[in-house]
T-cell receptor, first 116, second 113 residues
């Protein structure tokens, strides 16, 4: 069990460019979450996958954001036409099926995005 | 809508002393889960302790314990025998339904040598 892995750890991009982040959850976890954390704030929910199905998207996730989880394994979060307001830490988390090993989410180390 | 409030932006404690971090939440649900997560400078959120609302007994994990007051919707974290490695941001979180976690704004804890 290597934990939740996120790549890249840091990304600096110019405004208007597209970026893609990857998350590899813990292998037996079927639930996957994306959160965004800005400086001085707690993580804010972006979206949730159960297996390959995206079951909820926050209103924070504008049309420029898209997330996928093909085959219910790794997930990608893409931001198109980045804006300076997109600068944040993007956290991925996963958890096992409900009822197994409790209910906590296991987090990755995050991808810090800086839009210049 | 569920909210989680942490009213202490920063706290400090002397090494080996005890500190309590406060958290209040608002919900109309009767069964739910509450968590405290620690986020060191590396950025990774690490679970410290969790509490199931239907359990009256307060959760304990080694030096960490909670005071869960369901009627008051209060969920405080007590850290005993504070260690330098406890220095971090601490987030209180409420799990709504089967998957959505709602986090507070965090308390920055500094343990002083």
């Amino acid at each position: 069990d290597t934990g939740v892995s996120q790549n890249p750890r840091h990304k600096i991009t110019k405004r208007g460019q597209n970026v893609t982040f990857r998350c590899d959850p813990i292998s037996e976890h079927n639930r996957l979450y994306w959160y965004r954390q800005t400086l001085g704030q707690g993580p804010e929910f972006l979206t949730y996958f159960q297996n390959e199905a995206q079951l909820e998207k926050s209103r924070l996730l504008s049309d420029r954001f898209s997330a996928e989880r093909p085959k219910g394994s790794f997930s990608t979060l893409e931001i198109q036409r980045t804006e300076q307001g997109d600068s944040a830490m993007y956290l991925c988390a996963s958890s096992p099926p409900e009822g197994i090993r409790g209910t906590e989410a296991f987090f990755g180390q995050g991808t810090r995005l800086t839009v210049v | 809508a569920q909210t989680v409030t942490q009213s202490q932006p920063e706290m400090s404690v002397q090494e080996a002393e005890t500190v309590t971090l406060s958290c209040t939440y608002d919900t109309s649900e009767s069964n739910y889960y509450l968590f405290w997560y620690k986020q060191p400078p590396s950025g990774q959120m690490i679970l410290v302790i969790r509490q199931e609302a239907y359990k009256q007994q307060n959760a304990t994990e080694n030096r960490f314990s909670v005071n869960f007051q369901k009627a008051a919707k209060s969920f405080s974290l007590k850290i005993s025998d504070s260690q330098l490695g406890d220095t971090a941001m601490y987030f209180c979180a409420f799990k709504r339904g089967t998957y959505k976690y709602i986090f507070g704004t965090g308390t920055r804890l500094k343990v002083l040598a």
